[in-house]
C-alpha cells in the first residue's frame, strides 16, 4: 500500500529547477519528520535532505547543499523539494520518506516507516 505520492519530476535542462512535492496518502504525517532520498543510474538509494516535523530543523547531503531546498507545509500535508542549479549528476528517481526517529532518516539506517514509489528526475547536459 503506497503510503506517500511524489509529483514533479521531469526533464529539466543543465542549470535549470524543477520542484517536487510529496503528499501522503491514507494518512497523515504531521508529526513525522521527512526526507527525500534518490537513486542514481547503477548506483544505491542515497539521502538527499532532511526536515523536522515543525519545519524549524533542515539538513542536507553535501552534493545538494545550497542548491536544494526541503520545506513542508503542515495545513497542505506536503513536503517540498526545490532543487535548482541542476546538474546531470543530479538524474535519479527522488523517493519521499518519513520516519518517526530523526537519525533514521539522516542517517538512512533502518530508514523508514513509510516510502512513495518515486518520481523520475532527468537532467540533460
Known amino acids: 500500500q503506497v503510503q506517500l505520492v511524489e509529483s514533479g519530476g521531469g526533464l529539466v535542462q543543465t542549470g535549470g529547477s524543477l520542484r517536487l512535492s510529496c503528499v501522503p496518502s491514507?494518512?497523515?504525517?504531521?508529526?513525522?519528520?521527512m526526507g527525500w532520498f534518490r537513486q542514481g543510474p547503477g548506483k544505491e538509494r542515497e539521502f538527499v535532505a532532511a526536515?523536522?516535523?515543525?519545519?524549524?530543523?533542515?539538513y542536507y547531503a553535501d552534493s545538494v547543499k545550497g542548491r536544494f531546498t526541503i520545506t513542508r507545509d503542515n495545513a497542505k500535508n506536503t513536503v517540498y523539494l526545490l532543487m535548482n542549479s541542476l546538474k546531470p549528476e543530479d538524474t535519479a528517481v527522488y523517493y519521499c520518506?518519513?520516519?518517526?526517529?530523526?537519525?533514521?532518516?539522516?542517517?538512512?539506517?533502518?530508514?523508514?516507516?513509510?516510502w512513495g514509489q518515486g518520481t523520475q528526475v532527468t537532467v540533460s547536459s
Open positions: 491514507g494518512r497523515t504525517f504531521r508529526d513525522y519528520p
Open positions: 526536515i523536522t516535523w515543525s519545519g524549524a530543523d533542515t
Open positions: 520518506a518519513a520516519d518517526s526517529i530523526w537519525w533514521r532518516i539522516i542517517t538512512t539506517e533502518g530508514c523508514c516507516d513509510a
